[in-house]
């Protein structure tokens, strides 16, 4: 999935993508692995970074509106409250949403 996430952004940059990962997610051995994935794929123009996201702003609104498309794709109460939050940020095209298909996941 992250393979097929940071690949569809590669050739919007012109090969050189700077990815910020959030540091307080996972523990440090996981967060290790996603980073050194991360640089391979964007090497050898782009940075793969670690950033604690309630320390800089625009990683934080990332992790918002990652977690409310998570909590959106979930069947249950919280859904149309998500999708309506969402919906007009769809609408402008100010985020996109992509459907990964069965091989990225």
């Given at each position: 999935m992250l393979s097929d996430?940071?690949?569809?952004?590669?050739?919007?940059?012109?090969?050189?993508?700077?990815?910020?990962?959030?540091?307080?997610?996972?523990?440090?051995?996981?967060?290790?692995?996603?980073?050194?994935?991360?640089?391979?794929?964007?090497?050898?123009?782009?940075?793969?970074?670690?950033?604690?996201?309630?320390?800089?702003?625009?990683?934080?609104?990332?992790?918002?509106?990652?977690?409310?498309?998570?909590?959106?794709?979930?069947?249950?109460?919280?859904?149309?409250?998500?999708?309506?939050?969402?919906?007009?940020?769809?609408?402008?095209?100010?985020?996109?949403?992509?459907?990964?298909?069965?091989?990225?996941?």
């Amino acid at each position: 999935m992250l393979s097929d996430v940071i690949g569809a952004l590669i050739p919007e940059s012109g090969g050189c993508l700077g990815v910020v990962i959030d540091d307080g997610r996972y523990d440090a051995n996981t967060l290790a692995v996603i980073n050194d994935d991360i640089s391979r794929l964007v090497s050898p123009l782009g940075l793969a970074s670690l950033e604690l996201s309630h320390v800089l702003p625009g990683l934080q609104i990332a992790d918002v509106v990652a977690n409310t498309f998570f909590n959106r794709a979930l069947v249950g109460e919280r859904q149309s409250r998500m999708a309506a939050i969402v919906a007009p940020l769809l609408k402008n095209r100010k985020i996109r949403l992509r459907i990964l298909d069965r091989t990225a996941v």
